[in-house]
């Protein structure tokens, strides 16, 4: 399934992106047309799994916020 992590800032999708992909998950940054105040700058990693509680878990141990996710 696709999903929409919401992180708020570049910084912390470029991180996030660095860590799915050391542990071999593909995962992009992209930022959302639309953001809302509670989305922050609204950048978002976006990743195709089946286990997106290990994608949480991963992106969580780098100690990074995580503003909301989306199953598109």
Known sequence: MFYV??????TNAQRARS????KGIKANVTR???PQKEDGCG???QVVTD???SVIRIIENEK????GVDRV
């Not at 992590?5 to 570049?10: A, L, P, Q, R, S």
């Not at 860590?19 to 050391?22: I, T, V």
Request: hydrophobic residues 50%; charged residues 25%.
């Open 19 to 22: 860590a799915l992909r050391y």
């Open 43 to 45: 950048y978002v990693v």
């Open 32 to 34: 959302l047309k639309n």
């Open 51 to 53: 286990d997106i509680e």
């Open 5 to 10: 992590i919401k992180v708020g800032t570049i």
């Open 64 to 67: 990074i916020y995580i503003r």
